[in-house]
């Protein structure tokens, strides 16, 4: 049967979801995860059949690659017969700069823009290079198709993209706003309208994808306007570890309070702080950050507050960006599974047309619907994303199969 597998290679991870090509049903997913440390683990999943994993002995992402196509052909573990049932082979990667605006079918030229935007996203470009690299030598012959993350948000007007800084010097070092999550909004986007059972072009969406990294994006017509996330994934709210949107000077302030090198200050913005540096209960994870709460913890519900109130304000900006909104959606790992989150966002925003109705939010947690009162004149929505799929989807269109 034919195929899609979908690749996403992190610096220690790759991820893989094979698709039937015809539903787009899941066949087998998996995961190898800490590639070149210690304990390095396969972890495979058939739909309705037993979960296997071990510790493997894999040193790096070739060789986790070289590590999927095996396991998917195995007479006992396997679930297509060869590798020719694989049809494509879709990848996610997250920078394509100014140059990308579509899902791109893998050649040198993709090859090298993914290449020039190593600079710009140098935590995540080139180990998704790497990956494209290994299926080619793993899968020869097999079209890859590259899907990137910002992709979705080369829509957003110059208004929206450029920063206020000397133009010449942002045209030189390509500064501006790029965005990120784009494949997760666009998949919450077309499904919330699914679900609302209207057109994606006759809808104004403000879409909250609430991870440990968390960007939300104004969506007018199917396509992105806006976005929190900008140059990098630092700009916009606050996330589990990174700051979001702070007052620049305070960088050169602390260059001269503490002395602090630009190395230290990404560390510092990036891992350090967010609800991990608010909370101060040692963890980014907002799971521990309610239980802490609930235990009496004043600091872990100010870092809450902080959180839900920037949220807040960037869908307060983003309806002024769209004029109004049709619908807000909640997704991703705090999105979806969060009630406590998506009520203190929510929480006075009647004069809006915002009105959350308590008990849905309860019983809708984690699943696609909407959670709005009936008196709300903008829908609330839930939508889990799913990235892999969408990926998969644009992979198809891409080849047409
Ligand atoms: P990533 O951005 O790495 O893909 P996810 O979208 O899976 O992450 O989100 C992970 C985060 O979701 C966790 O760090 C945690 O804060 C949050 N989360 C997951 N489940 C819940 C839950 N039931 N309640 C509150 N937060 C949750």
Not at 90 to 119: M, N, S, W
Not at 138 to 149: M, N, R
Request: aromatic letters at 6%; charged letters at 20%.
């Amino acid at each position: 049967m034919e195929t899609i597998l979908v690749v996403n290679t992190g610096s220690s991870s790759v991820k893989f979801t094979l698709f039937f090509s015809a539903d787009l049903q899941v066949a087998a997913s998996g995961l190898v995860e800490r590639i070149g440390l210690e304990g390095t683990r396969l972890i495979y999943r058939r739909p309705g059949r037993e979960t296997i994993q071990h510790l493997a002995v894999i040193a790096d992402i070739g060789n986790a690659i070289a590590n999927i196509l095996p396991l998917l052909t195995d007479s006992r573990t396997g679930v297509i017969q060869s590798r020719e049932e694989i049809r494509a082979i879709g990848h996610r990667v997250v920078h394509g700069g100014e140059f990308i605006t579509q899902p791109a079918l893998i050649d040198d030229r993709i090859k090298k823009i993914i290449q020039t935007c190593y600079d710009l996203a140098p935590l995540h470009n080139p180990p998704n290079m790497e990956g494209i690299m290994a299926c080619e030598k793993g899968f020869p012959g097999i079209p890859q198709v590259a899907i990137f993350d910002t992709a979705f948000h080369a829509t957003i007007p110059p208004q929206a993209y450029l920063y206020a800084l000397p133009l010449p010097l942002c045209k030189e070092l390509k500064i501006r706003k790029y965005g990120f999550h784009g494949t997760s909004h666009c998949y919450v986007s077309r499904k919330a309208a699914e679900c609302i059972g209207r057109s994606p072009s006759e809808l104004r969406l403000i879409t909250c994808h609430l991870g440990n990294g968390c960007s939300i994006t104004a969506v007018s017509g199917g396509r992105s306007v806006d976005t929190s996330m900008g140059f990098t994934p630092l700009e916009g709210t606050p996330m589990g570890t990174r700051c979001g949107d702070i007052d620049p000077a305070i960088i050169f302030y602390l260059m001269r309070q503490r002395g602090l090198d630009a190395e230290q200050l990404d560390i510092l913005l990036n891992w350090e702080s967010g609800l991990l540096g608010l909370a101060g209960t040692g963890s980014s994870d907002v799971r521990d950050i309610i239980t802490a709460m609930q235990a009496g913890n004043q600091q872990a519900e100010t870092a809450l507050r902080v959180f839900t109130y920037r949220i807040k304000k960037y869908i307060g900006a983003y309806i002024s960006a769209l004029g109004g909104v049709d619908a807000v959606v909640f997704t991703a790992g705090i999105g979806e599974n969060s009630p406590l989150i998506r009520e203190w966002i929510c929480e006075g925003l009647s004069e809006l047309g915002i009105r959350l109705d308590i008990h849905r939010n309860q019983a809708m947690n984690g699943c696609l619907g909407e959670i709005q009162d009936t008196k709300s004149r903008v829908r609330l929505l839930i939508v889990p994303t799913n990235e892999e799929a969408e990926i998969a989807i644009q992979t198809r269109n891409l080849i047409r199969i």
